[in-house]
């Protein structure tokens, strides 16, 4: 086969070269020229844009389609999908390998089969690799076609003679295009393949899931584009220690970002766990110092999560600071508020923060409950049994409210809490049942209750 021309395209600025450069003639940029086709074909884009004569119409005359949801029958995967597959739409799934990716997508195509043709194209393992994940999984009659192939060519043609209605493609980084010289994997070809993969999803309204790595540094490889060309980016993320996985999408053109479906890994596969809300808390016999449970949504549910701290003499000049599953940053502008205006001095000692579970909390309603851990852990007391807390910390020391207070506390009274600590924002207008509120608005207000008479 002829090789189509090949040129050099800056990812920064666009512009291009004819050979490869370190650094971009354009704007200087280093190291930021990838290859890409020297002429690009010219329907390339042309499903995304429409037909070939520019046409403008009014905005009420473009008639929408209701976007009709295939489930995939797997109940938390059309959670975070936002309540199934969309015709045309492109899904990356991303993360750390041995994670689950491949047996999701297995068992997401082995439910959609039953109803509709689905395709699984494996670039990774062989067909009687994938036969035997599927006889673990105990869905070796499933109705799932199967190619084993990486040539971007030979996928897309045998899309367009099966024309399934969904396909899965593990991974993208296998995938590579005779038009370009890159290695499979690279940027050049990840993005490319891609590309088409989405003009072909969109032309023929299949839905295409592309499997994604994850490099050390947490990025897809290389192509964080990739996240601008789909329409749903779902990362998986827990502990791999743990059998239990969270797949959350970070982004939805169908539905709501920061949705999550909850799983646990088991013997025969991944199976949705329904109720998680107390998924992440870690059971002591009693109150330990330390720990302080926070009542966090994740998308649209709440979740009770254990935030773990240990400040601890600094062992060398330099004090540490480490916070695991939640973000470094806050913690260092948190101690500095607890010092300012708490009046607890932390700089001589190591501080640790831990979210139990290696569960991610983003959300800046977790502050409290930051600071309640490592006030805990400092002093050396329990927080009183059974009691949680919510709410997001200013520079003044003020504590704001967060979205959904509501929510959070019925679902805490539910598993049988007794007190929350909240923001003076989100004090509920009735009382709950069993739950004894006690709102702050001031960091102070918040350590004297935990270091007041009340504990238990
Ligand atoms: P896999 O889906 O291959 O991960 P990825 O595609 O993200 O790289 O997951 C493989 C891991 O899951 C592996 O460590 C074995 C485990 N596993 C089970 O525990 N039970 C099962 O039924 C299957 C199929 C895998
Ligand atoms: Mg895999």
Redesign the pocket.
Known sequence: MAKAKTAYACTECGGRSSKWQGQCPHCAAWNTLVETLAVAPPTRFAAVAGGTAPEIRPLASVATRSEPRGPTGIEEFDRVLGGGLVPGAVILLG??????????LLQAMAAIGAARRALYVTGEESLEQTAI?AQ??GLINAPVELLAEVQLEAIVAAIRTRRPEAVVI?SIQTVYTEALESAPGSVAQVRECAAQLTRLAKQSAITVIL?GHVTKEGAIAGPRVLEHIVDTVLY?EGDPHSSFRLVRAIKNRFGAANELGVFA?????LKGVANPSALFLSHHAEAVPGSCILATMEGSRPLLVEVQALVDAAQSGLAKRLAVGLDPQRLALLLAVLHRHGGVETGAFDVFVNAVGGVRVGEPAADLAVLGSVYSSFKNIALMEKSLVFGEVGLAGEIRPVQRGQERLREAAKLGFRRAIIPTGNRPKQPIDGLDIVPVARIEQALEVWRGPARA
Do not use: C
């Open positions: 993360g750390d390998p041995g994670i689950g990716k491949s047996t999701l994940r673990r999984l593990d499997v998986f890994m088991t013997e025969r596969g």
